[in-house]
C-alpha cells in the first residue's frame, strides 16, 4: 500500500527515512534509483559483495595498482 509523506531535507542534503518503514525492512543499505525528476529507495536484499570478484580481467600482474585501474578503465571504454 502506498503512502505518501513530505520530508524536509537537511542543508548536508540528507533526507530521514520514515521509521515505520526502517523497523520494517530492517536493512542498514538501500538501493537509490535515479531519474530526471525524481528517486526511488529501495530496500536490497542481496549481498552485493558476492559480486566483488566477479569480474574476468586479461591482466597478469595485480601487483601495481595504478596500472590495474588505468587498464580496467581502457578496457570499459571499448
Known amino acids: 500500500m502506498s ?7 537537511d ?3 540528507r533526507v ?4 515505520s518503514w ?3 525492512q530492517n536493512k542498514r543499505s538501500v538501493v537509490i534509483i535515479t531519474e530526471d525528476d525524481h528517486l526511488e529507495i529501495r530496500s536490497i536484499d542481496a549481498d552485493l559483495s558476492r559480486f566483488a570478484d ?3 580481467v586479461d591482466i597478469e600482474d595485480f601487483e601495481d595498482y595504478h596500472a ?3 587498464r580496467l578503465r ?3 571504454v571499448r
Open 3 to 9: 503512502k505518501v509523506e513530505i520530508r524536509p531535507i
Open 11 to 13: 542543508t548536508q542534503g
Open 16 to 19: 530521514i527515512l520514515p521509521k
Open 22 to 24: 526502517r523497523e520494517k
Open 54 to 56: 566477479a569480474i574476468p
Open 68 to 70: 590495474l585501474r588505468r
Open 74 to 76: 581502457k578496457d570499459a
